[in-house]
């Protein structure tokens, strides 16, 4: 079968959530590159799936309607709740628009990289920016020079 088409039938099975099939056959694949945006693309939409609305909902609400830098006591007090513990790793990310831009959406969000500013969009695109606490990640935040009007920053942790 024809790899790019092939790919666009892995889409659809992944749609219908149909992953242990379309699994099977990006393993069909034989040009690498087309094999492993298949796979991404399985694992993008099975993790989708997975996402329950309620936690959706408090991310929207109360993760990112304003600055992580706001409230940095806060946060730690909900990883502290969440995890019994503190991160290892952190990411700072600027959102910015709202919905998936597949679907008619503008969102566009990006990371800070090792140079100190939000990822421009263009490649080679530069490797982020690993903090170990929340007060690093907000002194960085701070001297952020090229933020996009209207955007929020916002964490990703990571914990072991």
Known sequence: ??????????????ELRLYDVAIKLTNQ?????????????CMEHEQRARLDKKILDYRGK?????DFTLDIEGRKKIWFERNQCLPNEIYVMEFYGSGDPYFGGTADDRLLTVNGDI??????????????SIEEA???AA???NRRENSV???????E
Do not use: R
């Open 1 to 14: 079968m024809n790899q790019p088409k092939l790919v666009g039938k892995i889409y659809k099975l992944c």
């Open 29 to 41: 694949l034989e040009i690498a590159e087309y094999a492993v945006k298949a796979h991404l693309l």
């Open 62 to 66: 109360n993760m990112y309607q304003s």
């Open 119 to 132: 990822w421009n969009g263009k490649y080679p695109k530069p490797d982020a920016k690993v903090f170990s």
């Open 138 to 140: 907000a002194q960085a």
């Open 143 to 145: 001297l952020i020079t």
């Open 153 to 159: 920053l916002g964490l990703i942790p990571y914990f």
